[in-house]
């Protein structure tokens, strides 16, 4: 068993920043990929950012420069640090991983969302 729990989000004035973190726990092999997705309403879900282990950090060209994902891989835990905040970032943002719970069989993982609200 494996859950994601996700914290972080809230209102902020368009400019400013959030941080949202996404913590793994339960039967943990190894994590393949942490993934920060978003969605906002009436539009489909959006990859935002991609850490894959031992690859490159990719992120969706909306959010290049503003945005920067990290991980701490002690903590089976990954982080979205949202600076330069615009109202058009407002959505439900939800981590995603892809863990091994053996050496043989993995699932993507989800956590429960939370919301990010931007003012103008």
């Known amino acids: 068993q494996v859950q994601l729990v996700e914290s972080g989000g809230g209102l902020v004035q368009a400019g400013g920043s959030l941080r949202l973190s996404c913590a793994a726990s339960?039967?943990?092999?190894?994590?393949?990929?942490m993934d920060w997705y978003r969605q906002a309403p009436g539009k489909q879900r959006e990859l935002v950012a991609s850490?894959?282990?031992?690859?490159?950090?990719n992120y969706a060209d909306s959010v290049k420069g503003r945005f920067t994902a990290s991980r701490d891989s002690a903590k089976n835990t990954m982080y979205l640090q949202m600076n330069s905040l615009k109202p058009e970032d407002r959505a439900v943002y939800s981590c995603?991983?892809?863990?091994?719970?053996?050496?043989?069989?993995?699932?993507?993982?989800w956590g429960q969302g939370t919301q990010v609200t931007v003012s103008s």
């Open positions: 995603g991983m892809r863990i091994r719970t053996t050496i043989l069989s993995f699932n993507y993982y």
């Open positions: 339960g039967n943990i092999f190894s994590i393949i990929t």
């Open positions: 850490l894959p282990t031992g690859g490159s950090t």
